[in-house]
C-alpha cells in the first residue's frame, strides 16, 4: 500500500476579508505549497473576528484534519483575537512569550507603542513558535494547529520555515487538457470515464476565450500511469466530440 493521506484545512480569519475591503491571497499560496509537500488541502472557510465562531472551526477541523492552519489576527490592535481564540479551544492561559517579546523589543519604540506591539507576544500556555524568516515576530503552533500571519509575505515566510518538517503523505498531480467544446458535447463521455477511474478527480471548467467557449478538462491523482491512462480516454472523447485536444499539460 502507497502512503496514507494527510490532509488540512485552512481558516483565513479577519472581517476585512468577509467585507470584500481585502483580497485574500493567503489560500492560493498555503494550498499550493501544501500540495507540493504531499498534504492535501480538503476544506477552507473565511471566518469573522468573532471568538465564538473561531474557536468553534478550529475545535471543530482540528479533530477532522491532520492539520489546521490559521492565517490573520495575530497582529497588535484590539480586533487581534486569534491567540486568545486559540487559547481558548484549547482550554489553557494566554501568556507572553519571551522569544517573541525579546525580538519585538530589539526595535525601540515609545511605551504606548511597544505595548501595543508586545500583544503580538501573547500565545497560548504551551505553545512552540513558527518561524518568521522576515525577522519580525513569530506565529506558534498547538498541537496540529498552526497560527500564522495575514500579511501575504509574512505568513509565506512562515509557512516556509515549516517545509520538512510535518507528515507528508503522497504528492497529488494533474493532467489538464484544453477543448473548444461545450461541456454538454463531453458531458456523457466524462461521466463514463470518471467511472472508470474512480480513484482520479476529474473536473470539467468551461471558459470563454477569443470569442470561443471551451472547456479545460483537470485529473488529479497520485498514480501517474492512471492520470496518463485517464487523459488518453479523454483526448479521445475530445476527438470523438469532434474537438481538438490543446494546450496539454502535465504538472
Not at 481585502?22 to 471568538?51: K, Q
Not at 492520470?227 to 469532434?242: K, S
Amino acid at each position: 500500500m502507497g502512503k496514507p493521506a494527510i490532509t488540512a484545512c485552512v481558516l483565513v480569519i479577519g472581517n476585512e476579508i468577509l467585507s470584500g475591503r481585502t483580497p485574500d491571497s493567503n489560500l492560493n499560496h498555503i494550498a499550493l505549497a501544501l500540495g507540493g509537500w504531499g498534504i492535501e488541502v480538503r476544506e477552507a472557510r473565511v471566518i469573522p473576528d468573532m471568538v465564538d465562531e473561531i474557536v468553534d472551526a478550529v475545535n471543530e477541523t482540528r479533530r477532522r484534519y491532520h492539520y489546521v492552519f490559521t492565517t490573520g489576527g495575530i497582529g497588535p490592535t484590539h480586533d487581534d483575537i486569534t491567540a486568545d481564540c486559540i487559547a481558548k479551544a484549547f482550554e489553557v492561559p494566554i501568556i507572553e512569550h519571551p522569544d517573541i517579546a525579546a525580538r519585538i523589543k530589539t526595535r525601540p519604540a515609545p511605551p504606548d507603542v511597544m505595548a501595543s506591539r508586545l500583544r503580538m507576544a501573547r500565545v497560548p500556555e504551551g505553545a512552540t513558535l513558527i518561524e518568521n524568516l522576515t525577522g519580525g515576530p513569530q506565529g506558534f503552533r498547538m498541537d496540529n494547529v498552526f497560527v500564522m500571519a495575514g500579511i501575504p509575505m509574512v505568513m509565506q515566510a512562515m509557512l516556509s520555515s515549516l517545509e520538512g518538517q510535518l507528515d507528508t503523505g503522497p504528492v497529488v498531480r494533474s493532467r489538464t487538457v484544453t477543448a473548444y467544446l461545450g461541456e454538454s458535447q463531453l458531458a456523457s463521455a466524462l461521466t463514463d470515464i470518471q467511472n472508470r477511474f474512480a480513484e482520479i478527480d476529474l473536473g470539467s471548467y468551461p471558459f470563454f476565450k477569443n470569442e470561443r467557449y471551451g472547456t479545460s478538462l483537470v485529473m488529479r491523482g497520485v498514480d501517474e500511469a492512471r492520470l496518463d491512462a485517464m487523459l488518453a480516454e479523454v483526448e479521445q472523447a475530445i476527438t470523438d466530440a469532434g474537438g481538438t485536444p490543446e494546450d496539454v499539460q502535465t504538472q
